[in-house]
């Protein structure tokens, strides 16, 4: 069964930094492209980030390019988001999603773990 | 990075079908064959419905079905039930190469 954890999350102030983590069960994670999507409270998906598998072709949507950085640990299984100066806009829940495998749909979705910016 | 455009609302009775549109460009959803549909409840995790325009993953009822013409993509519902109410969001890959998604649309089965 594909099982995927999100960690991390929590409240943070204005300009702070956290790193969001994905631990990865149950497929190959070294063979699938990886994804974070993001929910604002009450509001509708935005996708955030993609990783390739072998981590060469990484993609940011321009609301969070030079703020977050995506990153993998296939050894791990692992799937990280690290989040620096954050805004209030920032808060959401934060999915840990698979690509679908040679194609470019999300078909395994984490519970998500929540990030709070506030002061 | 533009949202793709979906209504924000539809309704239907139940045993009816219902449409909801999502419509992009030339550069997401006119451009390829790799638009996707999710379903999600309040307070419950997105679920892929329909993958690549119109293919449906295993044990996804056969009561939704996808299509596309020109920038416009489309997801069907019919024979609603109760249990088909909640948001759903397109998807499509872009030239750009990020993804994108739809506003969301509410379906209330009246």
């Known amino acids: 069964e594909v099982q995927l954890v999100e960690s991390g999350g929590g409240l943070v102030k204005p300009g702070g930094s956290l790193r969001l983590s994905c631990a990865a069960s149950g497929f190959t994670f070294s063979s699938y492209n990886m994804n974070w999507v993001r929910q604002a409270p009450g509001k509708g998906l935005e996708w955030v980030s993609s990783i390739s598998s072998s981590t060469i072709y990484i993609y940011y949507a321009d609301s969070v390019k030079g703020r977050f950085t995506i990153s993998r640990d296939n050894a791990k299984n692992s799937l990280y988001l690290q989040v620096n100066s954050l805004r209030a806009e920032d808060t959401a829940v934060y999915y840990c999603v698979r690509a679908g495998s040679g194609s470019y749909y999300f078909d395994y979705w984490g519970q998500g773990t929540l990030v709070t910016v506030s002061s | 990075q533009s949202a793709l455009t979906q209504p924000a609302s539809v309704s239907g009775s139940p045993g009816q079908s219902i449409t909801i549109s999502c419509t992009g460009t030339s550069s997401d959803v006119g451009g390829y064959n790799y638009v996707s549909w999710y379903q999600q409840h309040p307070g419950k995790v997105p679920k892929l419905m329909i993958y690549?325009?119109?293919n449906r993953p295993s044990g996804v009822s056969n009561r939704f079905s996808g299509s596309k013409s020109g920038n416009t993509a489309s997801l069907t519902i019919s024979g609603l039930q109760a249990e088909d109410e909640a948001d759903y969001y397109c998807s499509s890959y872009t030239s750009t190469g990020p993804r994108v998604f739809g506003g969301g649309t509410k379906l209330t089965v009246l």
């Open positions: 690549d325009v119109s």
